[in-house]
């Protein structure tokens, strides 16, 4: 089974910076992608940030591109979010998901609160 822990959410206020990051531990071989998503209530979960792990492409939401940068981290099986420029709608869960051929597990997600 592949098990997913994320760190890093908490409160920044406008303009500033926070990096989640996310391990994946488990049956990991063949990882397809990493991503994050980010949710508030009464909405849908929406996707933020994407990579493949093969070639490292990456897709961004509009809502964040030029702020958010995703990438892998040095440890194995490792991805990082690092949003800077945070703004009150930035405010939500962020999950953490990783693709495993046919297989989707979520992380338990990390709540990021921008103040303004």
């Known amino acids: 089974q592949v098990q997913l822990v994320e760190s890093g959410g908490g409160l920044v206020q406008a303009g500033g910076s926070l990096r989640l990051s996310c391990a994946a531990s488990?049956?990991?071989?063949?990882?397809?992608?990493m991503a994050w998503f980010r949710q508030v209530p009464g909405s849908d979960r929406d996707l933020v940030a994407s990579?493949?792990?093969?070639?490292?492409?990456?897709e961004y939401a509009d809502s964040v591109k030029g702020r958010f940068t995703i990438f892998r981290g040095d440890a194995e099986n490792t991805v990082h979010l690092q949003m800077n420029s945070l703004k009150p709608e930035d405010t939500a869960t962020y999950y953490c998901?990783?693709?495993?051929?046919?297989?989707?597990?979520w992380g338990q997600g990390t709540q990021v609160t921008v103040s303004s």
């Open positions: 990579i493949t792990w093969d070639d490292e492409n990456t």
């Open positions: 488990g049956r990991t071989f063949y990882t397809y992608a």
């Open positions: 998901l990783i693709i495993i051929g046919e297989t989707r597990v």
